[in-house]
């Protein structure tokens, strides 16, 4: 499929070329031609440099200049630059993106699919700016959307699976159609965990039958953070400048923070779900992944809002003028109050990650901010588990009733269902016809456990969801009861009111899991900032941002004034260049380290 697609995309580059070489001077040389074709300087931009010594197992991916520009970590900002000056266009800032997913993604497969017609967009794209018609600060910037994201256009929305291809869809997701109005360039889809992990509990990170195994730029062996792994791995390797995710408890934030990006997972109801492959309306939430904060924001400016296709939009609280207002410098931390939720979350970090993160914390400290510890959620030995993501915590207590996963399994019963019923020109209309599938093509589906290296327990995921029937009973009710509050009012935001003082923000590190797990049943909104890089595997982790329901505009100012200061004070605690250790290394599953 992306083969297909990059085969359309270069006949399409080829047509905008006013004529051949061939045409242009009647002494071309036909032995020319031939000799154009070969390589002769193949290093270091064709073929990565076999290194030795200390980097044996390390990949050097040096970016091209872009027609003189170093795309290479390049900003929304920048790139309106030269896009504004006319050093640059669309269509060629298109191809820079199109040559470096040649150079770097057979490595890493975050690449599900080229959108075939995206240089025909950056030429009108170009057209409008030329004519004076700028329609905000995406225009003309390419971007991913995750493979369970809509685009009612010539590519696949399969989720990852076989099983999908070939289906039309209706419409638009309505982020897709957002995006798409305020001029930015849809390059194509990311690659997923497959079903955004919805199908399996034990599985490899970053997996999809249709998409092969994503790895991160950092170190190719190691779980790459998912279920949006391609729209991260992308982003972090310079494959696009951002990127959409979905998230239902994790999957904005954990890929965004192990490949040193800026993640924002937004309030359920902030951004529209409709047209997105859904696994539970109460849990569900499209997000942004770039970066930087300014890149993110841009990026949730684009896609926020109201939506009749989606109800829990129309209660949303946004400002008007969307957030990008809200950016601030370091000096916007001055009388900040910020908590640590020590023994709720701080203390599950291991020892490396703690380390780094209070120096990053001091060094917020010292910019002004007060930070006050031990802020902790009232219930947190009770609804977070001490050894690792568990969202089935409750259950595992002894109590269906507390869990989350007891209605997230009816919810995807019901939700996939809806969906499917949308579809054209597919025969897959319910769960049972998903589970039947991946029975019936074991071998590259894994319906059956310890068959496929990717999916060990099979789809145990999708058993249990079939199991419930998509009856919403009384055990349903108070678990989605029970999570709601201990979550939200005796949860984040108790821990927000101290004892009478009211906090900015929680300080939480992310790569614990529980973190993300907390404000996913809470529906609550959180930023990951990138924040050190693991001694051992070379994997980033973040720092994140945690607030009440709908205070993006409180974390992104927030969030952007620590990334200033990051970056003002010189400290080693910020983003980093991928290493692409263990380059050529393709195993599955990939290790949870």
């Known amino acids: 499929m992306l083969f297909r697609s990059f085969l359309a995309a270069i006949s399409i580059a080829f047509n905008l070329l006013s004529s051949s070489v061939a045409h242009k001077d009647p002494n071309y040389n036909a032995s020319q031609l031939v000799e154009s074709q070969t390589v002769e300087s193949p290093y270091p931009y064709d073929f990565p440099v076999l290194q030795n010594g200390s980097l044996a197992d390390s990949g050097w991916f040096p970016m091209p200049l872009c027609h003189g520009f170093r795309l290479e970590e390049a900003t929304i900002d920048q790139l309106q630059r030269e896009l504004s000056s006319g050093r640059l266009t669309s269509v060629q800032l298109a191809l820079c993106y199109l040559q470096r997913v040649y150079q770097a993604d057979g490595y890493i497969r975050a690449i599900m699919e080229i959108n075939p017609d995206f240089l025909e967009i950056a030429q009108a794209l170009d057209r409008e700016r030329a004519k004076g018609r700028v329609r905000g600060p995406l225009h003309g910037i390419p971007f991913l959307v995750k493979d369970n994201i809509g685009t009612k256009d010539k590519m696949e929305t399969t989720a990852g699976s076989w099983m999908l291809l070939g289906s039309v869809i209706p419409r638009d997701a309505h982020v ?28 490899s990170e970053g997996y999809s039958a249709r998409g092969d195994q994503c790895r991160s730029p950092y170190n190719l062996t190691t779980n790459p953070g998912g279920s949006s792994s391609g729209s991260a791995a992308a982003v972090a390797a310079n494959l696009i400048t951002f990127a959409l995710g979905t998230e239902t408890d994790g999957s904005v934030i954990n890929p965004a923070e192990r490949n040193a990006l800026v993640g924002i997972k937004p309030t359920v109801g902030l951004t529209s779900r409709a047209g997105v492959i859904p696994e539970s309306h109460n849990q569900d939430t499209v997000g942004c992944l770039a970066r930087t904060v300014r890149d993110a924001t841009y990026c949730l400016d684009g896609i926020y809002g109201q939506d009749p296709r989606d109800n829990f939009t129309l209660v949303q609280q946004a400002p008007a003028g969307g957030f990008a207002q809200f950016l601030a410098n370091k000096e916007a931390l001055k009388g900040a109050v910020f908590g640590l939720p020590w023994l709720s979350f701080w203390q599950l970090a291991p020892q490396n990650q703690q380390d780094q993160l209070v120096e990053l914390v001091d060094l917020i400290e010292s910019a002004g901010a007060t930070i006050v510890n031990g802020t902790e959620l009232p219930h947190w030995q009770t609804i977070i588990s001490p050894n690792f993501w568990n969202w089935d915590y409750g259950t595992t207590r002894g109590y269906s009733n507390e869990s989350e996963y007891t209605y997230v399994k009816t919810d995807f019963y019901n939700d996939i269902t809806k969906y499917l019923t949308e579809l054209n020109n597919t025969v897959i209309r319910s769960l049972e016809d998903i589970v039947q599938y991946n029975i019936d093509n074991v071998g590259s589906e894994g319906g059956i456990p310890n068959i496929h290296p990717a999916f060990q327990s099979g789809q145990d995921g999708f058993n249990a969801s079939l199991a419930t029937g998509g009856i919403m009973d009384e055990t349903y009710w108070q678990a989605l009861s029970f999570c709601h509050r201990t979550t939200r009012e005796e949860g984040i935001d108790a821990a927000l009111y101290n004892n009478g003082t009211q906090l900015t923000a929680l300080l939480v590190p992310p790569d614990v899991g529980q973190t ?14 990138p924040a050190g890089v693991s001694s051992e595997t070379g994997m980033p982790f973040g720092l994140a941002l945690m607030g009440t329901a709908w205070s993006e505009r409180t974390l992104v100012r927030y969030a952007s004034a620590i990334e200033d200061l990051q970056a003002s004070s010189g400290t080693k605690y910020k983003r980093t260049a991928p290493l692409w250790l263990d380059y050529r290394s393709k195993n599955i599953p990939v290790n949870n380290v």
Do not use: K
């Open 176 to 203: 897709v159609h957002l995006l798409r109005e305020s001029g930015a360039l849809l390059m194509g889809h990311a690659t997923l965990s497959e079903w955004a992990d919805m199908r399996s509990n034990l599985y």
């Open 516 to 529: 993300y797990q907390i404000a996913a049943q809470a529906g609550y909104p959180m930023i990951t900032l």
